[in-house]
């Protein structure tokens, strides 16, 4: 199994240009999400998912889009980049329905808007 | 009150040495507790679940203190491999059919030769 993976692994955007970071697991998880963290901050919940189909707001949704067409695919779209949008953004998977799942994560995004 | 706060660090200390790393939450319905390691501009990794009644693996000893609030990580005999920044996570429970994970900012442990 590959678990979960992310592309691009770099990018630099200018203001106002638009991209999607791709995120595939294979491990057949309904419940994935996307994280976006800052330096010296902890990761920050932006966008969720609990099956295809579904998708919710996390803390910091502003700026952001997502779609769940498939139980493997949770792109996350940025419209109108800003600099505020500077971070990694890393994607994570778990099976559902316990609270001490573990999540896995992809290996990250690493996005800079200038 | 921080949801999750830790120490930023770093805490230096020789191969060999015992480090504790504390953490404290502010949700006192939080429902599980986790450490999780992650490496220099890398994804971060489950290390290890935090039970009521402690748990261990191999050098590693997890703490839990539900009436004050609080989790710790004792790494005993530490390895230059153990270098890593160590992330407290909280569980706040299925808030909407997600689980709520809210993480600590980590503690950095750099172990030296």
């Known amino acids: 199994n590959a678990g979960v993976t992310q592309t691009p692994k770099f990018r630099i955007l200018k203001i106002g240009q638009s991209m999607t970071l791709q995120c595939t697991q294979d491990?057949?998880?309904?419940?994935m999400y996307w994280y976006r963290q800052d330096p010296g901050m902890g990761l920050k919940l932006i966008y969720y998912?609990?099956?295809?189909?579904?998708?919710d707001k996390g803390e910091v949704p502003n700026g952001y889009n997502v779609s769940r067409s498939t139980t493997e695919d949770f792109p996350l779209r940025l419209e109108l980049a800003a600099p505020s949008q500077t971070s990694v953004y890393f994607c994570?998977?778990?099976?559902?329905?316990?609270?001490?799942?573990?999540?896995?994560f992809g290996p990250g995004t690493r996005l800079t808007v200038l | 009150r921080k949801e999750v706060e830790q120490d930023p660090g770093p805490f230096n200390v020789p191969e060999g040495a015992t480090v504790a790393f504390n953490c404290t939450y502010s949700n006192s319905a939080s429902q599980s507790f986790f450490w999780y390691r992650q490496d220099c501009r890398k994804e971060p990794k489950l290390l290890m679940s935090v039970y009521s009644s402690g748990n261990e693996d191999g050098r590693f000893t997890a703490q839990l203190n539900r009436a004050s609030q609080y989790i710790s990580l004792l790494i005993r005999d530490s390895k230059l491999s153990d270098s890593a920044t160590y992330l407290c996570?909280?569980?706040?429970?299925?808030?909407?059919?997600?689980?709520?994970?809210?993480f600590g900012k980590g503690t950095m442990l750099l172990v030296s030769p």
């Open positions: 491990m057949n998880h309904n419940y």
């Open positions: 996570v909280v569980n706040s429970g299925m808030n909407s059919g997600y689980s709520t994970l809210t």
């Open positions: 998912s609990v099956g295809a189909g579904i998708t």
């Open positions: 994570a998977s778990d099976p559902g329905r316990s609270s001490y799942n573990e999540q896995f």
